[in-house]
């Protein structure tokens, strides 16, 4: 159940992160204090699940940039710079939408993973 919750997490912030860009030009994303902000926030929170993912989980999904959604994640963490504007571009334009698709991927091949069981 815990990756489910994980998977959720990131599958929502990743959708609100595709929503948000569409349409704006990279110029556009790093001018919008507002959207700029958000766009952070949710990827941020997306990259957070990823990396609490169990280990196992993670290398049970080989396609995806676990090391680049790490290096996007430092980069979102750290305060505002050329850095900053690289990770977000990067991650709201090629991480994100890449990573989107694995997951429709993966819950395909592997329904389970992405049911929320209650055990009691």
Do not use: N
């Not at 990131?10 to 902000?37: H, N, Y």
């Not at 690289?86 to 991650?91: H, K, L, N, Q, T």
């Amino acid at each position: 159940m815990y990756a489910a919750a994980l998977f959720k997490t990131m599958e929502e912030s990743g959708v609100a992160v595709l929503t948000l860009v569409e349409g704006l030009q990279d110029t556009e994303l790093l001018a919008s204090r507002l959207t700029r902000q958000e766009v952070r926030r949710q990827m941020r929170l997306m990259l957070e699940a990823a990396a609490a993912l169990p280990s196992e989980m993670r290398q049970a999904m080989p396609e995806v940039d676990w090391i680049g959604m790490a290096s996007v994640g430092k980069a979102l963490a750290g305060s505002a710079g050329p850095d900053l504007d690289e990770a977000m571009v990067f991650g709201s334009r090629a991480l994100t939408p890449a990573f989107m698709m694995w997951l429709r991927v993966y819950r395909q091949q592997h329904p389970d993973w992405f049911k929320m069981q209650w055990r009691g």
